[in-house]
């Protein structure tokens, strides 16, 4: 294993970071609008990537589901059938499932394997894929910055950002997926100006502090988990600056629905 690939093993193997508690709210809500999105006909679905089983449960009431994940500290806080594998090679047949959903998972995804996710995910596909993605997330502005070794990365490990664009054109033409539909879920009113915040902050001394979820892919360093830190509470000095900032509308992530001809 060579040392980002154990720093990463560190980071997705950290039982907190998959604590029932850090998913509700948004991350319940989007749950509920991949259920509205799934065709009627679908009765089987893969759930790629699947964390702590949030959506997997969810489907199982309705759907047969099968959760896999990379990580076993994930499946751990699952009791739904669920099975440890690579995204990139799945260990089911070609078109075991009417729908594959992948949520919040190729933004991760290592370069050289991206390719072969998403040849997987089209292969276990009978009928349909669902993707989501964060929503033309600035990478740059999410960074945090180790107090050891001074190496600045994205914190949740994002590689890659998205716009619909990205969506449009996700599959290889090679790939018998054609683009349904995609649009923006979960609005949010996002801070205008935030490189200008972000600048003065760096002039001041002050950075985004260090987040106890995140793993620094340079030297490993990390703090101990801390449940109490999440979520956390915004000062009254800071809730009061954000009300007053101005404002843009934007949404948490895409989501897109694929279906195979």
Known sequence: MNTTASFEHLYYENPTLWAPGRYEGPDSARVQVVAQWLPADVKSVLDVGCGNGLLTGQLSKTHQTVGVDRSQAALQQMSEPRCQANAAALPFPDSSFDAVVCLEVLEHLPYPIFPSVLRE???????????????????????????LCKCRFHPYNHVRSFTKNDLETLFPSALPLKLVRAAGIAPVQLLLFARLRLAIGRLRGRGKSFPWYATCPQCGYHRESDSSAWPSQPSKKSAWFKRLWPKRHAFLWWMALYEKG
Not at 121 to 143: G, H, K, S, W
């Open 121 to 147: 995910i089209n292969r276990v596909a009978r009928n349909f894929v669902l993707i989501t993605v964060p929503y033309c997330e600035d990478r740059l502005l999410t960074q945090v910055t180790c107090p």
